[in-house]
């Protein structure tokens, strides 16, 4: 009885303080953000699965120790400084004054608690554990941490850029907690958690006390609209403050809006075909008599034949209507890591041709492409372009489509003995990492899980060539000499066609006059970079 | 053979027809009465006929991925492709001529529609007569069967089948016809019990006839009427039920695209001013739903006793 008259008065004290509050944030209701996402996160736990969605959401909430600008440079954030001592420890220097939404300082506790738990979540669909395992973190002081490898690891700062620092407090936190907003000691970001309904919505409120500087909105709600064009007609309808991923059909048309802004970039992600390495006989390839026939993507010349064969600048200029840029490697030129020798494949039917009959297959053969629907912009339809196009060469083509999760999950793993299922697939790639290492690595190495190496090789390609370079150039501290080798690496796997790049996608959102968004190479939508105009 | 043909000729008065119609002519005569009804055959005929003509007609195979060019794609009605021909409807997003897409469109539309519906039509009719016929326990759990099947909404159940069974116009059939049957199994049963307790089944009974006989020589005839009409609205129904699986990505493949993956892929383009890529075949689908809803409309007013003068 007691209690309950205490909680009564409480909660009548709350509603007396609640009242102005509430007015002023009805008067200052032109503050609230509303941004239309593409996709949908599917946990609010900043280690519960990387996945471009959720690590950007997680971004407002939980500052991972280094930062990544617009163009995915790293810079201080929750360290404000870190130098490698030796080829093989790095010490990191934390920020100091920072404190978690509810007060709590941070230390470098904190740090070590995160490294802990962000490899070890439970049913993680995709673990940051690649990028904390092999590193061994102790405390120096409360302010210091350091970071031992086995090898030298240049990229340990990049690795610690993809991943949020939790409170101490909520290392034994659950996702579904996380999910529940029960980490009530938050992180150290802008913005604090205040709603969340899987798969609708999440709505954040800034961190009044947020070291950076307070953030210009009073709430932020992140609507999750997957449909492209009700996305575009909730915008138009100033439902929404500002859409990312503009359907290409769309953005001549919202550009030419005189109450709208448009801002893109270029991205770190490659649309590119994968094909099978591996296979003496390949399951979706077939003799022009649908008899069985060895796997012609062994053959140098046929992959080459098939590079040759796509015409890129048909694809960005017809399907993608320009808003892409045609690729001859796996990041746009400019990125860290990439070869400035290496240029798009040129269009040449008649050359491909010729190297399809030299490579002794003359009248061609039979094969089917499988892609996912609605994950890449157009992927449909880019899979489709590509299928007229190796027909002309004389490759009977047919063309499988299948929802994003069930093909991934065949694309990597669907056929016998768990090896990937298809032969030729649409898929893409963003570096997250914003370097030519990350796509090298998980892409193109030989397939070896136990070492973090060729993870996502759906075609298990294979170049011992290829891996000693790549191998020589993950050890080599020295950004220059870095920078060089993987160049190298790139042009090996890329002359050897070990898959088909056929274009980098533009990112590219959408917002209201008065609202500014900063396009950024990676696709975060950061309301820390929206501002009004 | 001439023999009893001639006479059978001899002895019918010519004016016989006149006085005494058959009750062909007669339904005939009460169908093309209301012209609203003929105007809707003589569309679904023509449909019909440009539907098998495709491939005489289409200016392109939109199937033979060589001979579509990404390079002609969201060309307005009336461009002229790159190898020559006038695209009158303009072109999709990968440069398919819609003209072409429509006609060849309208092949699978009619196709899943005319397949499914005539072995929805077949299954459930005969479990319908079983059901009425046998009566007891196996007419208890059949009917409880059809009420479960019609229960659940159909683009649920047939969107859960072909995710199931996988992509083609076979698959999809399969579905339309597992979704369908339940329509006519009730639609029969109600027809059948009521034929059950007449006078000539009792005489083909007491004539030693066998069961088969019975119920597929004398008890079904006289159910047909009901099941009919519900051909032709099932039929209009499986159309728009495949388009509607087409256009949310689990009907038909992107390559061979019937109506509704036509209409899916302008979508995107609605609001960025290439209208034409989903407005045609979405009118191709209005115009082959509509001619067979009137003919159907009209089958049941002329078929249903109770409407007669």
């Known amino acids: 009885m007691k209690t309950f008259s205490t909680n009564g008065l409480k909660a009548l004290k709350l509603a007396i303080l609640a009242a102005p509050v509430m007015t002023i944030a009805g008067l200052a209701s032109a503050q609230e953000l509303k941004i239309g996402l593409s996709a949908e996160l599917s946990a609010m736990d900043p280690h519960y699965h990387n996945v471009s969605p959720n690590n950007m959401l997680a971004r407002h909430i939980y500052e991972p120790l280094v930062g990544q600008d617009e163009k995915q440079t790293l810079k201080p954030l929750l360290a404000e400084s870190w130098k490698a001592i030796d080829d093989t420890t790095w010490e990191f220097k934390l920020r100091q004054g920072v404190k978690f939404h509810d007060g709590t300082p941070f230390t470098a506790d904190d740090v070590i608690a995160t490294m802990q738990r962000a490899p070890n979540v439970p049913k993680s669909p995709s673990s940051f554990s690649a990028y904390v395992r092999g590193k061994e973190f102790t405390k120096v002081d409360d302010f210091t941490v350091r970071v031992k490898t086995a090898a030298p690891a240049p990229l340990v700062p990049t690795d610690l850029s993809t991943f949020g620092i939790i409170p101490a407090k909520c290392k034994d936190t659950t996702t579904e907690d996380f999910n529940l907003g029960k980490c009530t000691t938050g992180g150290t970001g802008a913005y604090k958690q205040a709603e969340y309904v899987a798969g609708d919505r999440v709505v954040l409120t800034p961190n009044e006390n947020y070291w950076g500087g307070k953030e210009p909105w009073s709430k932020v709600t992140f609507r999750m609209i997957t449909s492209a064009p009700t996305r575009v007609a909730a915008l138009l309808a100033g439902d929404l403050d500002v859409i990312e991923n503009v359907p290409t059909s769309d953005v001549a048309r919202l550009k030419g809006d005189a109450k709208l802004n448009v801002a893109s970039t270029v991205s770190n992600r490659v649309i590119y075909f994968h094909m099978d390495h591996f296979r003496e006989v390949s399951p979706f390839i077939k003799g022009k008599d649908g008899s069985e026939i060895k796997n012609p993507l062994l053959n140098l010349k046929v992959r080459q034949a098939l590079s040759m064969a796509i015409n890129r600048p048909g694809i960005v200029d017809r399907i993608m209507e320009k808003e892409a840029i045609p690729a001859g490697q796996l990041l746009p030129d400019g990125f860290f890591g990439t070869s400035k020798k290496l240029k798009p494949v040129a269009f040449d039917l008649n050359g491909a041709k010729k190297l399809l009959a030299e490579a002794g297959y003359p009248n061609g053969f039979k094969m089917k492409l499988h892609g996912p629907t609605n994950r890449y912009l157009n992927d449909t339809k880019i899979i489709e372009a590509v299928a007229q196009m190796f027909s002309r060469l004389g490759i009977e083509t047919e063309v499988e489509t299948l929802p994003s999760a069930n093909f991934f999950t065949r694309a990597s793993q669907g056929g016998q003995g768990n090896v990937p299922e298809f032969s030729f697939i649409l898929v893409g790639w963003g570096a997250g990492t914003g370097e030519s290492s990350d796509s090298l690595k998980a892409l193109l190495a030989t397939f070896d899980p136990a070492k973090g190496m060729g993870a996502t090789n759906r075609g298990r390609y294979s170049n011992k060539t290829f891996d000693a370079k790549l191998v020589e150039a993950l050890r080599t501290v020295d950004d220059a000499k870095r920078d060089a080798a993987l160049a190298e690496a790139m042009e090996i796997s890329m002359n050897d066609v070990g898959l088909i790049p056929t274009h980098y996608q533009l990112n590219t959102w959408a917002s209201r006059k008065g609202v500014k968004v900063q396009a950024r190479t990676d696709e975060y939508t950061l309301a820390t970079g929206i501002r009004k105009e | ?309």
């Not at chain 2, 076979?170 to 006078?199: H, N, P």
Request: some cysteine.
């Open chain 2, 1 to 309: 053979m001439s023999d009893t043909a001639l006479p059978a000729a001899a002895t019918t008065p010519p004016a016989a027809p006149a006085k005494e119609e058959t009750p062909f002519r007669r339904f005939v005569r009460s169908f093309v009465e209301d012209r609203l009804a003929l105007f809707g055959l003589a569309l679904f005929l023509l449909i019909v006929l440009l539907a098998i003509a495709a491939p005489l007609i289409a200016p392109q195979n939109p199937y033979d991925l060589a001979s579509v060019d990404v390079m002609d794609s969201r060309q307005p009605p009336g461009a002229v492709s790159g190898e020559g021909f006038t695209m009158w409807l303009g072109s999709d997003g990968v440069g398919r001529d819609l003209l072409s897409g429509i006609l060849y469109g309208l092949r699978i539309s009619l196709m899943v529609g005319a397949f499914s519906g005539i072995l929805a039509a077949t299954i459930g009719a005969a479990i319908g007569l079983i059901a009425a016929y046998n009566g007891g326990r196996t007419e208890t759990i059949i009917m409880r069967l059809v009420d479960l099947q019609l229960s659940l909404p159909s683009v649920l159940v047939a969107l859960i089948l072909v995710a199931a069974l996988g992509k083609g116009v076979d698959k999809i059939i399969i579905a339309l016809v597992m979704v369908q049957w339940a329509y006519y199994a009730r639609t029969v049963r109600g027809s059948a019990l009521v034929e059950r307790r007449k006078e000539y089944v009792e005489a083909a009974q007491s004539l030693g006839l066998s069961h088969a006989r019975t119920v597929f020589r004398h008890i079904l005839p006289n159910c047909l009427a009901p099941v009919i009409v519900i051909v032709t609205v099932q039929t209009a129904h499986a159309i728009s039920l495949e388009a509607t699986l087409s256009f949310l990505g689990v009907g038909l493949p992107q390559t061979e695209p019937s109506l509704g993956v036509l209409i899916a892929n302008g979508f995107q383009y609605m609001l960025s001013g290439s209208y034409w890529i989903s407005v045609f075949p979405g009118f191709a689908l209005l115009m082959t739903i509509v001619s067979i809803n009137l003919v159907g409309d009209r089958l049941r007013d002329v078929l249903n006793p109770r409407l007669e003068k």
